[in-house]
């Protein structure tokens, strides 16, 4: 044991010298989760767009004010006709148009309906589907205040509520997804790179030779970076509550248990790419490369796991984060507790002995 905690003091003394291996244990993390935080959202915010108002009665100006206190746009110079609004789609001045036809008030008032106009720039569809959605949300509610005054047989008037994210904050989603990145990324890079940066130097050499056990040498290599990364694994927390105001609903316990299971697996899966690669350029390609497109695509934050072939469903049940994903998705923004994960637990838990027991087994104490 009093070997073993040297070589974990000379492994913490080796982090600490490297500031690369700092910059990318600290830094990386800090990086991504605020630009992953502000930047990954479903949202559409600050959109321009301009109003051709033909009406410019009571009517009309009480709906151009709805929408102009919308968080979502940002209202540009009226317009005057539609030969300037194609004019400003052209040089990408705005990205949708609301059009008022003239006698707005009088067909509410005295036909009962009126009709206007939503134009979109199309060229991103999604974004432009969203903008009619958007639009189309404030209309209905500005519609809501004629039809309740109006003297109708019946009426049906539906309200929404949104679970565990009322305020629409995009973060909630994509953070716990971030988070499964950074760790998978850092964790499994980290640990594959320290070992072989060891046989590129031609230390290894001497660490086999060495009366300490081969087993305690990964060993050593890897609780470093296990305490190192729950440490990173604070951080992010820090930043996610108090810089992106993603709450905490359930038990933080519960979370940073989950997250260490989730790091030694990570660290098992770089010692076990540590034995294959024979260069630190081919581990950092094997490690994040192989590693952060699936997780991207394969784990369920970026896109929705259903609509990926059947193929790639079930090839996504290999992957460790996807569970980590879900574990974490239900803890801190729905305030489950084991309970309700304890599946997705022993799936990461039976992981993580399986690709220590691997790398462990199949570590080379023999170097050609």
């Known amino acids: 044991m009093k070997q073993l905690l040297v070589f974990i003091r000379k492994e913490f003394y080796h982090v600490f010298r490297d500031r690369r291996t700092l ?71 705005i990205r949708a148009a609301l059009i008022i036809p003239a006698h707005f008030a009088d067909d509410i008032g005295h036909v009962g309906k009126a009709q206007v106009q939503i134009i979109a720039d199309g060229s991103d569809p999604n974004t432009a589907t969203t903008i009619i959605n958007y639009l189309t949300g404030i ?85 470093p970076y296990l305490v190192l990364s729950m440490l990173d694994l604070i951080l992010i927390l820090l930043l996610a509550v108090y810089v992106l105001d993603v709450p905490i609903h359930g038990s933080i316990a519960l979370v940073l248990a989950e997250s260490a299971l989730f790091i030694v697996c990570c660290l098992s899966l770089g010692l076990l790419i540590s034995n294959v690669a024979t260069t630190q350029q081919t581990a950092m390609l094997m490690s994040m490369m192989g590693m952060m497109l699936p997780t991207i695509l394969l784990t369920g934050f970026m896109f929705p796991l259903e609509n990926l072939p059947i193929f790639l469903q079930w090839v996504s049940h290999i992957i460790p984060s996807r569970y980590y994903y879900l574990i974490v998705k239900a803890v801190m923004l729905k305030g489950l507790g084991i309970e309700a994960v304890w599946k997705e637990t022993l799936i990461l838990a039976g992981m993580t002995l399986a690709l220590l027991g691997i790398s462990l087994k199949n570590f080379n104490i023999r170097l050609a």
């Open 23 to 93: 910059l990318i244990l600290f830094g990386l993390p800090t990086a991504q989760i605020l630009l992953f935080g502000y930047a990954l959202s479903s949202e559409v915010k600050n959109i321009n767009l301009a109003v051709i108002d033909f009406a410019r009665d009571q009517a009309s100006q009480q709906l151009i004010g709805q929408v102009g206190a919308s968080r979502y746009f940002h209202l540009q110079p009226s317009l005057m006709d539609y030969k300037t609004m194609n004019t400003a789609f052209r040089r990408g001045t």
């Open 139 to 223: 209309i209905g509610g500005y519609q809501q205040k004629f039809t309740t005054a109006a003297a109708l047989p019946y009426q049906i008037v539906t309200q929404t509520r949104m679970l565990y994210n009322p305020e629409m904050n995009g973060s909630l989603n994509f953070i716990p997804g971030v988070m499964a990145l950074i760790l998978m990324i850092v964790c499994t890079t980290l640990t594959s790179v320290s070992v072989v940066r060891e046989k590129e130097q031609g230390t290894m050499e001497i660490l086999l030779v060495s009366p300490f056990k081969p087993i305690l040498v990964l060993v050593s290599k890897a609780v």
